[in-house]
């Protein structure tokens, strides 16, 4: 099936420890996105990457990080440094600038 | 000024009414606008996209106004299952981005 996958479904965070969640698409899309949204708020966006090896700061990036090897993979990791981690996680893709977003199923980070 | 302004409700409406949500966004270069429909703890999914012309599909109507900013939503004969949080998004290309308004809750009830 075509589609957006992301995993895990559910991940708990030990504080001071780093987490990666993935994801990984087979619609060919050359665009990729990162959103965190918060209970009751809107989606803000953490990362982007158009092309293969390129990537671009969204409006909350500090704290994560990112990597795009593969056009079908944009894995994003959580470090200690992002103080605040609890919420939930969507990765997007688009196939050109001026059409849908299409979303994975999110994963939801908690701290414990 | 937030990018996408949306009324966050909740919009408490009975089965077969119709209701309708509007969105403001701030910047005019924005050129592409959706509707999505969230579901509580799950992942956006596009409702519709929003031309200039307006579109409809079956219950739901897309209107585009680009003179005062703003879209809306139109939903007929409404039903229990159209309890959600509608997400009005725009997207300007030119930087990338899709705007995300924080939601308008709907329930439906009986």
């Known amino acids: 099936d075509g589609g957006i996958t992301q995993s895990p479904k559910y991940l708990f965070r030990k504080e001071g420890q780093n987490v990666t969640l993935s994801c990984e698409q087979n619609l060919n899309h050359d665009a990729m996105y990162w959103y965190r949204q918060d209970p009751g708020q809107g989606l803000r966006l953490i990362y982007y990457?158009?092309?293969?090896?390129?990537?671009q700061k969204g409006d909350i990036a500090e704290g994560y990080s990112v990597s795009r090897e593969k056009k079908e993979s944009f894995p994003l990791t959580v470090t200690s440094a992002q103080k605040n981690p609890t919420a939930f996680y969507l990765c997007?893709?688009?196939?050109?600038?001026?059409?849908?977003?299409?979303f994975g199923q999110g994963t939801r980070l908690t701290v414990v | 000024r937030k990018e996408v302004e949306q009324d966050p409700g909740p919009f408490n409406v009975p089965e077969g009414a119709t209701v309708a949500f509007n969105c403001t966004y701030s910047?005019?270069?924005?050129?592409?606008f959706f509707w999505y429909r969230q579901d509580c703890r799950k992942e956006p999914k596009l409702l519709m996209s929003v031309y200039s012309s307006g579109n409809e599909d079956g219950r739901f109507t897309a209107q585009l106004n680009r003179a005062s900013q703003y879209i809306s939503l139109l939903i007929r004969d409404s039903k229990l299952s159209d309890s959600a949080t509608y997400l009005c998004v725009v997207n300007r290309p030119n930087f990338n981005k899709f705007y995300f308004g924080s939601g308008t809750k709907l329930n439906v009830k009986p």
């Open positions: 990457s158009q092309i293969v090896n390129d990537f």
């Open positions: 997007a893709t688009q196939t050109d600038l001026n059409t849908e977003a299409f």
């Open positions: 910047n005019s270069a924005s050129q592409s």
